[in-house]
């Protein structure tokens, strides 16, 4: 939470507000936007393209699976309840026997997994027609450009506050609810030491707030010349941290039910063992006695003791709390386990993937439309191809590589993706951004931009940010990052072991490090690019040149005809990113 809130106040707002003024001065989508502050660094907008590339490929992935939770929660029982039989219908599946049953349906029933990344297999057909559905649906918020998807995105943000707001007056009430939400706001002062603490805050914030992937300069550039984006900039970021807040408050009330559930369940179980073993009236062992019971009969018949000492479990409650899962594994599996065990399961279980598949819809809009925005912005395809071709061409490309995603081995291949295709390179773009502005753009020359839109210049906390307390946090960030990956040896991915029914630790392949180096790389080639811009209009009515700076009638600017298309310059981007916030 503190390094959070930290991140928040030094990295966040300062480099939303930076991304917002640039998109809304410049009119074009990032590629144009930093060819127009120099020729050199277009290739800083298509780095932010790429990363969105990227994160397009397998994002639509979790919304894939949401379909697949969603679709399986109309059943009288939850499939991920119990574990299924085996073909005899003697006994139950082993592979779910040594796992548990909402892993056994996330990992064969969900991915159908393979041992490891070296075994392809083939596609899971189920997966290929939910992420067929998730691109389609996609396709048609974003057909008509920014005016259907301002349209959609006010149901896709605003609902699943809605359901949060049930979820937490159901987790509040739940046993062990109070466990959970204490555990998330007692500090581990011991992990503000550790360098990856700052760089998963610094990540969350990012991808929390759409930093660096070049959408929030794609929506400003549909906004007024004079709209008010340091208004904007504070109340969305505020919005933003306060609601991520609350629904992690929603989170850890499940989660503590869960964990208190799971720790009282090994307390009965080892009161069962011992009434069972010695020879104990039934009332004198209950749950609150029984690490006192454990020592003394251990102390008093340790013969009979040691035959049931394999058998004794360590029952802790912190140690349920510590093992708390984040990605994925918490949306799919944590949840699923909790879900199965409230009354009217089936119920929550629909709301609460209902409401995972609008948030990743949502997110999806911004990220589909930082790829087509710069598109746009070159002439050749802004005439060549309508709205609804190019936004098409686009759906199709990602949905045809992410079916890779949905292979047995997909699931490697998308942890790859979500590890190395966009932490560092966002890390690395935010750090272009600042240090582009504040030292080659200039500083007194971007005051000059905001007071031209504003009427005033920014404060000192936003200079301050700018040009020192950011871009030597994020350059400290981005050391520490390379260092923990230089000394973390070969990087090592999490396979799934169907005979202990877990998951093991194994090192990539040599042709999957190879894949990763290029992930790394690929978005951090900056390239000039020629492009002409056109931010500005000269008396005359046609814009200027930046190169030249010299009218003229040939430059075409996509920023102001989708606005003019779509009837309305009217903002968008509040709501827009709200549904970032969750």
């Given at each position: ?21 640039i ?15 120099s020729p ?86 189920g ?102 984006f340091?208004?904007q ?8 941290s ?55 009969l ?56 209902f ?59 998308f ?27 200039g ?18 906390y ?14 400290s ?106």
């Amino acid at each position: 939470m503190i390094p959070y809130l930290i991140m928040l106040f030094v990295e966040g707002i300062p480099l939303f507000y930076m991304e917002l003024a640039i998109g809304q001065k410049m009119r074009l989508g990032s590629i144009g936007a930093w060819s127009a502050i120099s020729p050199y660094l277009g290739g800083l907008g298509i780095a932010s393209v790429v990363t969105s590339l990227y994160l397009c490929l397998y994002y639509n992935v979790i919304n894939a699976w949401s379909f697949w939770y969603l679709f399986h929660s109309f059943q009288a029982v939850l499939p991920w309840s119990d574990c299924p039989v085996n073909s005899n219908r003697t006994a139950y599946l082993e592979e779910c026997e040594v796992a548990t049953p909402t892993q056994y349906f996330f990992f064969r029933e969900t991915l159908n997994i393979s041992s490891s990344i070296d075994e392809n297999g083939g596609v899971h057909m189920g997966q290929a027609l939910c992420l067929l559905l998730a691109w389609l649906i996609v396709y048609l918020f974003i057909v008509k450009g920014v005016k259907s998807t301002g349209k959609v995105v006010y149901f896709t943000a605003t609902f699943p506050y809605v359901v949060l707001i049930i979820y937490l007056i159901r987790g509040v009430t739940l046993h062990g609810a109070l466990n959970g939400v204490k555990y998330m706001f007692t500090p581990k002062m011991e992990q503000l030491a550790n360098p990856q603490t700052w760089i998963n805050a610094a990540t969350q914030i990012f991808f929390s707030l759409g930093l660096g992937f070049g959408s929030l300069i794609a929506f400003a550039s549909y906004n007024h010349h004079n709209n008010n984006f340091e208004n904007q900039a504070i109340a969305v970021s505020l919005i933003n941290s306060g609601t991520s807040i609350f629904a992690s408050i929603v989170t850890f009330s499940i989660y503590g039910f869960k964990a208190t559930f799971n720790y009282e369940s090994c307390l009965e179980r080892m009161r069962l063992l011992l009434l069972n073993t010695f020879e104990l009236a039934e009332d004198t062992v209950h749950i609150d006695n029984i690490s006192l019971w454990i020592t003394e009969l251990n102390r008093t018949q340790p013969e009979q003791f040691t035959a049931i000492a394999s058998r004794i479990e360590t029952c802790s409650l912190e140690a349920e709390l510590d093992t708390a899962v984040e990605g994925t594994g918490l949306a799919f599996i944590v949840y699923s386990e909790a879900i199965k065990d409230m009354p009217a399961a089936q119920l929550w279980a629909v709301l609460y993937f209902f409401m995972l598949l609008l948030l990743g819809m949502g997110s999806m809009l911004g990220n589909v439309t930082a790829i087509i925005t710069p598109l746009r912005d070159f002439k050749v395809l802004a005439r060549s191809l309508s709205n609804e071709t190019l936004n098409g061409l686009v759906c199709l490309f990602c949905l045809l590589l992410g079916f890779g995603f949905t292979t047995r081995s997909g699931n490697y291949w998308f942890t790859m993706f979500n590890e190395y295709g966009a932490t560092f390179s966002l890390l690395f773009i935010v750090l272009l951004e600042i240090v582009t502005v504040s030292y080659i753009y200039g500083l007194k020359r971007f005051e000059k931009d905001i007071e031209d839109m504003l009427g005033r210049r920014p404060n000192w906390y936003w200079k301050i940010m700018w040009v020192a307390v950011s871009p030597l946090l994020l350059i400290s960030l981005f050391v520490f990052y390379i260092l923990n990956y230089i000394q973390g040896g070969a990087p090592t991915y999490q396979a799934w072991d169907k005979d202990v029914g877990r998951s093991v630790v194994k090192e990539y392949p040599v042709y999957g490090q190879v894949f990763i180096a290029l992930l790394l790389m690929s978005s951090h080639n900056i390239h000039r690019i020629g492009e002409q811009c056109c931010p500005t209009k000269t008396k005359s009515g046609n814009y200027a040149d930046r190169k030249t700076g010299k009218a003229t009638s040939n430059i075409y600017c996509p920023a102001e005809y989708a606005a003019e298309q779509s009837g309305s310059e009217t903002n968008h981007l509040h709501i827009r990113y709200m549904s970032k916030s969750i």
